[in-house]
C-alpha cells in the first residue's frame, strides 16, 4: 500500500502457496520436522493479490486509522 501524497510504503504483506521444507518432505513422504513454515495462503493465484489487498485495506483503517481509496491513472 503506497501513501497518496508521498508514494511512500505505507503496508505490505508477502503471501505464499507453497514451502519448500514442506513440499520437500511430502515429496519423500515422510512428515516435515518442525520448522517455520512460510505457507500462508490457500485458494487461487488469481485471487492473491485482491486478498492482499482486502487484508492491507482492513489493517490500514483498523491499526493506524487510515481512510483507504484508489487514484485512478492519468
Known amino acids: 500500500m503506497v501513501g497518496a501524497y508521498t508514494r511512500k510504503v505505507l503496508s505490505h504483506l508477502v503471501k505464499s502457496k507453497m514451502c519448500k521444507i514442506c513440499n520437500l518432505w511430502a515429496n519423500k513422504k515422510l512428515p516435515a520436522p518442525a520448522?517455520?513454515?512460510v505457507?500462508?495462503?490457500?485458494?487461487?493465484?488469481?485471487?492473491?493479490?485482491?486478498?492482499?489487498?482486502?487484508?492491507?485495506?482492513?489493517?490500514?483503517?483498523?491499526?493506524?486509522g487510515f481512510?483507504?481509496?484508489?487514484?485512478e491513472p492519468p
Do not use: D
Not at 67 to 71: H, P
Open 35 to 37: 520448522h517455520v513454515c
Open 39 to 64: 505457507k500462508n495462503y490457500e485458494g487461487r493465484s488469481k485471487g492473491m493479490e485482491a486478498t492482499m489487498a482486502l487484508e492491507l485495506t482492513i489493517k490500514a483503517k483498523r491499526q493506524h
Open 67 to 71: 481512510i483507504v481509496g484508489f487514484i
